[in-house]
């Protein structure tokens, strides 16, 4: 994280005795990353973190993975995956993923159990409604524009909080989720040339204690799924501090670069993972060099899939593609894309875009999984030509 945080009681001393009102100690935890050589935070637990009375393998719904064959364009609806009684976790319909990174989509209208991903930091979009994510570092109010990362193996829940659906895109990495490295100090600092700063990032500002025993926790690992069962509620820490902690950014926040003549994706770079990067396009001036073409020019990433989730305004070079709000766009590697027919010559002039849109680029091949074959708008590669396929083998 780009900053130290401390929340609630914590002893002046680190590994020092530190006591509850009735003489006893506080359960100190450290959760950090990269075996001690990384981030980290210190908490301090009214109960042991450490005692479990029971663990059962968890089944998770099963999804298929196929590759992108034969190698195209896709567009899928996402709204058309609309269902009610689901969770924003157990209820993730899976779209796209690697070895790398899972994308998934989830219209939630319940609590999720509470749950705990072992296996990678996980990158939540809120696209709308309004929800509550509790951990035992507390709470976060998130709503519409909404990123939040949760740290790898921080048990939490998802709790809708308003009367419209939450409407989450999901990003699960294998590893780490942060902001781009270009963009902080050698201590961790924001640089000035960021387009976001330690002021536009949230973190929890209260404890959230909660009394139970016998409590389930859904834990997603290396090797499956397993269900244990806590002697004590997890949201039982007193106190925190350190630099490890589920965190919240607008996508409102984020300060666009803009130039003179059509700048590339990476300034719209937000946060980097393993092997894939996150980039937001957000409403803004567009350039101002008296021949300019706003739209981008045809490009070809050789190295990576480009997927292109639209969350608001109106997408310019997607204009008559069929793209519409909650569309998520798959550009593969080994395919040329660019601003749909006509596209170029209606943004010659145009000074400002709204538009609103969540990138994320791969640099291993995307697979598609039921769920995305389910919504797909199979029209969506010949929009180019303006015709259907001759073949399609």
Known sequence: MPYYRSVGEVPRKRHTQFRQPDGTLYAEELMGQEGFSSDSSLLYHRHLPTAIVAAEEYDPPAWTRVPNRPLKPRHLRTHKLDSGGADAVLGRQHLLANDDVRISYVVADRPSPLYRNAIGDECLYVESGTARVESPFGALDVSAGDYVIIPTSVIHRIVPTGPEPLRVLTIEATGHIGPPKRYLSVRGQFLEHAPYCERDVRGPAEPLLVDDEDVEVYVQHRRGWTRHVYAHHPFDVVGWDGHLYPWAFSIHDFEPITGRIHQPPPVHQTFQGPNFVICSFVPRKVDYHPL????????????????????????????GSGIEQGSISL????????????????????????????????????????PALACEDTAYAWTWARRGPATER
Request: hydrophobic content about 35%.
């Open 331 to 370: 550009h593969p590697a080994g395919f040329t894309h660019g601003p749909q027919p006509g596209a170029a010559e209606r943004a010659i002039g145009v000074d400002y875009f709204d538009e609103l849109a969540v990138m994320v680029d791969t640099f291993r091949p995307l697979d598609l999984c039921d």
């Open 292 to 319: 300019a073409i706003p739209v981008p020019y045809n490009h070809h990433n050789v190295d990576s899939d480009e997927l292109l989730f639209y969350t608001g305004g109106n997408y310019e070079a997607r204009r």
